[in-house]
């Protein structure tokens, strides 16, 4: 079993930036595909970014990239999620999920485990 806590979130203005951590436990972390995905009121989860085990292949979500970067240390079992120029639609809980696959995926199914998830708000 894996045991993910995200932490990191809060209230953050139009422009600001914030950075997600998720602390992993139960498994060898370098064995594990780590993704982060987000949710809003009344829309479906989204994917976000994901990065591979050893971290050297990552992939971001459309509405995210060049803004969002996702990175890994895997001697702290700890997967980040730095966002930048945020953006009212950014609002959502953001959730850290875990897969026992190889490589990087990009949806729900994908990933066995999920973490409870930090709430981000971001103010215009």
């Known amino acids: 079993q894996v045991q993910l806590v995200e932490s990191g979130g809060g209230l953050v203005q139009a422009g600001g930036s914030l950075r997600l951590s998720c602390a992993a436990s139960g498994r060898t972390f370098s064995l594990s595909a780590m993704g982060w995905f987000r949710q809003a009121p009344g829309r479906e989860r989204e994917f976000v970014a994901g990065i591979s085990g050893s971290g050297d292949s990552t992939r971001l979500g459309d509405s995210v990239k060049g803004r969002f970067t996702i990175s890994r240390d895997n001697a702290k079992n700890t997967v980040y999620l730095q966002m930048n120029t945020l953006k009212p639609g950014d609002t959502a809980v953001y959730l850290c999920?875990?897969?026992?696959?190889?490589?990087?995926?990009?949806?729900?199914?994908?990933?066995?485990?999920w973490g409870q998830g930090t709430q981000v708000t971001v103010s215009s």
């Open positions: 999920a875990s897969s026992n696959r190889y490589g990087v995926g990009s949806s729900r199914s994908w990933y066995d485990y």
